[in-house]
């Protein structure tokens, strides 16, 4: 299918796909938004999935191998009461509880983030485009061993016709309408991030009067 013909991505569509977000995985991230970033922004999508009502799929891989640990503490708190599927398989979807946990979301449209960009999410991104899911990719959520490696899984997806997007994207997509009914969680999620992104970096604009309600939001 086309980009073209995807058309805006509605709420009750989609479900949140996570995975890989474990420790060692963050750790060897040097693509261009870094691993504090990528766990904010991983969080930020959490939160958006919670707050819409989205299902979640979350994922690790070699934990019970014994080579790798758990998905990453701050990441499990915003996902309270999801099942962790772990699994031996590069692709995701070649592991069948994870495969058969997404296709009971009876969501056709997946929003995927994976560590890293090269491996866990492509396979698992162009894997569900063939099984004939629509694929959303978050490109600030997700991180590469090098430069060159996630550039190159960018353009694989790409030419695979999976979409990309960012986390913020994400969460302004599905909520759509200040005056809807998702608008009120929706001022929830987005005046976190306007909280929490300024201390981490400068290169996520957050205006003055942004950052002032955002404050006298948190402060209700």
Request: with cysteine; net charge negative.
């Amino acid at each position: 299918m086309a980009t073209k013909d995807l058309g805006v991505w509605k709420a009750e569509d989609c479900a949140l796909v996570l995975i890989d977000y474990q420790n060692e995985m963050f750790e060897v991230i040097r693509s261009e938004t870094n691993a504090d970033m990528v766990e904010l922004n991983v969080r930020l999508l959490a939160k958006t999935a919670k707050a819409f009502g989205l299902p979640i799929v979350l994922s690790t891989v070699g934990v019970g191998y014994g080579f790798n640990g758990p998905t990453l503490p701050s990441i499990l708190a915003e996902l309270d009461g999801i099942e962790v599927i772990d699994r031996g398989s590069m692709n995701a979807f070649e592991d069948a509880p994870f495969s058969e946990a997404v296709r009971a979301t009876d969501r056709k449209r997946l929003i995927i983030g994976g560590l890293h960009t090269e491996i866990c999410l492509t396979f698992a991104s162009v894997q569900a485009l063939k099984d004939g899911y629509d694929v959303q990719y978050v490109t600030d959520a997700v991180g590469g061993r090098s430069q060159v490696a996630h550039r190159t899984a960018i353009d694989r997806l790409a030419h695979a016709g999976a979409v990309p997007t960012t986390a913020l994207a994400v969460t302004t997509e599905l909520f759509r309408d200040w005056a809807g009914p998702l608008a009120a969680p929706a001022l929830d999620v987005i005046y976190w991030y306007f909280t929490e992104a300024p201390k981490m970096t400068d290169l996520v604009g957050v205006a003055e009067a942004e950052k002032k309600a955002a404050a006298a939001h948190g402060a209700q």
